[in-house]
T-cell receptor
Framework: AQRVTQPEKLLSVFKGAPVELKCNYS??????LFWYVQYSRQRLQLLLR??SRESIKGFTADLNKGETSFHLKKPFAQEEDSAMYYC?????????FGEGTQLTVNP | DAGVIQSPRHEVTEMGQEVTLRCKPI?????LFWYRQTMMRGLELLIY????????DSGMPEDRFSAKMPNASFSTLKIQPSEPRDSAVYFC????????????FGPGTRLTVT
């Protein structure tokens, strides 16, 4: 069965510091992975997907099949990045989400 | 488009009462998902529909939970009888084609069962 693990429930960094939100997965097939974000008082929304190989709001994520990881990174965190971040794995027509990481960027 | 619409936004009820949550997906989307969000377990998929047909309800906690989608523009999630451990935020999401396509989430319904 598929599983997504985000080992950190809370992560706090200072503005301008690098940030990495960890995500590990277990899946027997070829994974399709996503990061969703929920800003305060806003809806959960897609941040990026690995198949697009895109950078959104300065965030990137690289799929490492050897380590079964899909960590989200940003070199210089901003206060507006404070939010709840969910890693998700697609299998069939459904998404399996991790437990989420609450990121706080302090001034 | 107003996006996915959920009602009510907040619901407070007493244990044992029936609770009905409602969702209107984005027009044209053929997949609809119901999720539950808690601090301990994060975001869990309860059930999803494709073209109004339930495809996977393995995430529904127990028989007290039921979901329907009578037409392409409306779905309900019912809890009967409700229990305090059902307190959570319930999200509805819809997508076009499902899976690897972006899911659009509603604002959620915060349910409190006392």
């Amino acid at each position: 069965a598929q599983r997504v693990t985000q080992p950190e429930k809370l992560l706090s960094v200072f503005k301008g510091a690098p940030v990495e939100l960890k995500c590990n997965y277990s899946y027997s097939g070829s994974p399709e992975l996503f990061w969703y974000v929920q800003y305060s008082r806003q809806r959960l929304q897609l941040l990026l997907r690995h198949i697009s190989r895109e950078s959104i709001k300065g965030f990137t994520a690289d799929l490492n099949k050897g380590e079964t990881s899909f960590h989200l990174k940003k070199p210089f965190a901003q206060e507006e990045d404070s939010a709840m971040y969910y890693c998700a794995l697609e299998s069939g027509s459904r998404l399996t989400f991790g437990e989420g990481t609450q990121l706080t960027v302090n001034p | 488009d107003a996006g996915v619409i959920q009602s009510p936004r907040h619901e407070v009820t007493e244990m044992g009462q029936e609770v009905t949550l409602r969702c209107k997906p984005i027009s044209g989307h053929d997949y609809l998902f119901w999720y539950r969000q808690t601090m301990m377990r994060g975001l869990e998929l309860l059930i999803y529909f494709n073209n109004n047909v339930p495809i996977d309800d393995s995430g529904m906690p127990e028989d007290r939970f039921s979901a329907k989608m009578p037409n392409a523009s409306f779905s309900t999630l019912k809890i009967q009888p409700s229990e305090p451990r059902d307190s959570a935020v319930y999200f509805c999401a819809s997508s076009f084609h499902g899976g690897a396509y972006e899911q659009y989430f509603g604002p959620g319904t915060r349910l409190t069962v006392t």
